[in-house]
């Protein structure tokens, strides 16, 4: 059975940090590009970063670029998101998918497997 959990979502102030973890079961995690995607209140799931199935290969979109680190270890088959200086407009359910291939990353409906998500709130 296939699964992704994602866990250490939470509320956090301005200027805080977290990080998201994403563990796999069930599928050869080390074959898939991996993804972290979110879908702010009231809008379509967005891409948010990129890892290729090595960890070689990294995407993050611009409004996260130098402040959140996507990152991966395949011995453990766990994908993570490094979230750091978090604003109000990050606030969004982050979900964790994976995808055969790299270029088809930017399309939801290119990935084989999903995570139920979790809510990630930043508020003061």
């Known amino acids: 059975q296939v699964q992704l959990v994602e866990s250490g979502g939470g509320l956090v102030q301005p200027g805080g940090s977290l990080r998201l973890s994403c563990a796999a079961s069930?599928?050869?995690?080390?074959?898939?590009?991996m993804s972290w995607f979110r879908q702010p209140p009231g809008q379509e799931r967005e891409l948010v970063a990129s890892?290729?199935?090595?960890?070689?290969?990294?995407s993050h979109v611009p409004s996260v670029r130098g402040r959140f680190t996507i990152s991966r270890d395949n011995g453990k088959n766990t994908l993570y998101l490094q979230m750091n200086s978090l604003k109000p407009e990050d606030t969004a359910v982050y979900y964790c998918?994976?995808?055969?291939?790299?270029?088809?990353?930017?399309?939801?409906?290119?990935?084989?497997?999903w995570g139920l998500g979790i809510q990630v709130t930043v508020s003061s």
């Open positions: 998918g994976a995808v055969r291939k790299w270029s088809d990353r930017w399309t939801i409906e290119n990935y084989d497997y």
């Open positions: 069930g599928f050869g995690f080390s074959t898939y590009h």
């Open positions: 890892i290729g199935n090595y960890g070689i290969s990294l």
